[in-house]
């Protein structure tokens, strides 16, 4: 089964939703699910060096106050999921290209999973700018890869035209909002919603596949 996870790793509610289909995989111990991350930037306007966190949360909310309560409540629901979000020590939103190229190259190896982990870690419970190149440099080794070819294929520019066509499709296929989660092409479940939500997909794709299956 494939689970296509659209999503972006300045999100919030895409790390929430990583987190809770874990656990809903969990809940299907006998399921074989392959997960592949997908392109959606919230921001694609965003300057390549990013822009100060308060200034864009003025932007986006209104006010300081009106963020805050937003973030405590997001706060809320990440640690019940086991995230320690950290919303006080970051300093700048970054831009997620290079992040989102460096997903794609990890896709290739096998290890992304590993990698949008790392992501999600380094920003929300570690306040670490992804958009610069040398913390994603560091990360990426983290996870597997070797430090001078993750390097000049950051500097390059590999797989960014790859990404920015992606982020076009996932809109002209109606996606304005992420995580949005699709199994095998043909169901999908928007927002991080609960693990039990996810079922019934996990479910009835698992039936299709077996009916398919059977009949060959």
């Excluded at 299907?28 to 694609?44: D, E, H, I, T």
């Excluded at 949008?116 to 670490?128: P, S, T």
């Excluded at 996606?175 to 092409?185: A, H, K, L, R, T």
């Amino acid at each position: 089964m494939l689970i296509e996870v659209v999503s972006d790793v300045i999100c919030p509610w895409c790390y929430i939703g990583r987190r809770r289909l874990q656990r809903a995989l969990a809940m299907r111990p006998g399921l074989s699910a392959r997960v592949v991350w997908r392109v959606f930037q919230l921001n694609p306007e965003m300057p390549s060096q990013g822009i100060d966190r308060q200034a864009y949360l003025a932007a986006k909310f209104g006010s300081a106050l009106h963020a805050g309560r937003i973030q405590e409540s997001i706060g809320r629901t990440g640690e019940a999921e086991g995230i320690a979000f950290r919303f006080d020590s970051i300093r700048r939103t970054p831009n997620s290209l290079n992040a989102h190229r460096l997903s794609r190259l990890a896709a290739r190896l096998g290890i992304q999973d590993a990698l949008i982990d790392a992501l999600f870690q380094a920003y929300f419970e570690r306040g670490e700018d992804i958009g610069r190149i040398d913390v994603l440099v560091d990360l990426a080794v983290t996870v597997g890869f070797e430090r001078g070819g993750v390097l000049d294929f950051l500097l390059g520019p590999g797989e960014r035209d790859t990404v920015l066509a992606e982020d076009r499709n996932a809109r002209r296929l109606g996606i304005n909002g992420v995580p949005c989660f699709i199994v095998d092409g043909r169901y999908a479940l928007s927002g991080a919603q609960e693990p039990e939500f996810f079922l019934p997909l996990l479910d009835l794709g698992r039936r299709e596949q077996s009916s398919a299956a059977a009949a060959v």
